[in-house]
T-cell receptor, first 112, second 112 residues
Framework: DGGITQSPKYLFRKEGQNVTLSCEQN?????MYWYRQDPGQGLRLIYYSQIVNDFQKGDIAEGYSVSREKKESFPLTVTSAQKNPTAFYLC???????????FGPGTRLTVL | QKEVEQDPGPLSVPEGAIVSLNCTYSNSAFQYFMWYRQYSRKGPELLMY????GNKEDGRFTAQVDKSSKYISLFIRDSQPSDSATYLC????????????FGKGTLLTVNP
């Protein structure tokens, strides 16, 4: 069953802690993306990667880091430098040469 | 001026009504447009995509693009309670990074 999985579904973090959100896809897509969604603000791009071992900052990369060691995996680390990390985080992927992005189910991060 | 503007609603209609959801955009570069549907606490689901002016139909859904007015619309015929969701429009400017710019979404409720 092909698709994009994100884990965990819910994540709670204490202030000052780093946390890593998982994103895996078995669609053989080349590109992967991380977005943040806040109420009333739509989706904002954090980081994206078009090939393995390469990634670029999006519009709101400060306080986040990523890696792309495997084609199917694109984990996002929310660091303690991110001042307002409570949000819904969405991972997406795209087949090379196509415009459409397909999304995972999301991870809701809450900072306590 | 934001690249993609979308009326956030909320929009409430009776079952069976025709729904019109709209977005405007400001950048006239090569355009590829998408509509996503997002149920509460879920990831966005790709509904339709188009890159040309005119209409594209898929079942009860019609996507319309008017490049002269920089206006994109999604029409839902015979709306159902299961259509109740947030609808997001997105555009891709056609650059090599395939980044998407999203509207903030319109919350639709279809009342039985």
């Amino acid at each position: 069953d092909g698709g994009i999985t994100q884990s965990p579904k819910y994540l709670f973090r204490k202030e000052g802690q780093n946390v890593t959100l998982s994103c895996e896809q078995n669609l053989n897509h080349d590109a992967m993306y991380w977005y943040r969604q806040d109420p009333g603000q739509g989706l904002r791009l954090i980081y994206y990667s078009q090939i393995v071992n390469d990634f670029q900052k999006g519009d709101i990369a400060e306080g986040y880091s990523v890696s792309r060691e495997k084609k199917e995996s694109f984990p996002l680390t929310v660091t303690s430098a991110q001042k307002n990390p409570t949000a819904f985080y969405l991972c997406a992927s795209r087949h090379g040469g196509r415009n459409e992005q397909f999304f995972g189910p999301g991870t809701r991060l809450t900072v306590l | 001026q934001k690249e993609v503007e979308q009326d956030p609603g909320p929009l409430s209609v009776p079952e069976g009504a025709i729904v019109s959801l709209n977005c405007t955009y400001s950048n006239s570069a090569f355009q590829y447009f998408m509509w996503y549907r997002q149920y509460s606490r879920k990831g966005p689901e790709l509904l339709m995509y188009t890159y040309s002016s005119g209409n594209k139909e898929d079942g009860r859904f019609t996507a319309q693009v008017d490049k002269s007015s920089k206006y994109i619309s999604l029409f839902i015929r015979d709306s159902q309670p299961s259509d109740s969701a947030t609808y997001l429009c997105a555009r891709n400017s056609g650059g090599s990074n395939y980044k998407l710019t999203f509207g903030k979404g319109t919350l639709l409720t279809v009342n039985p």
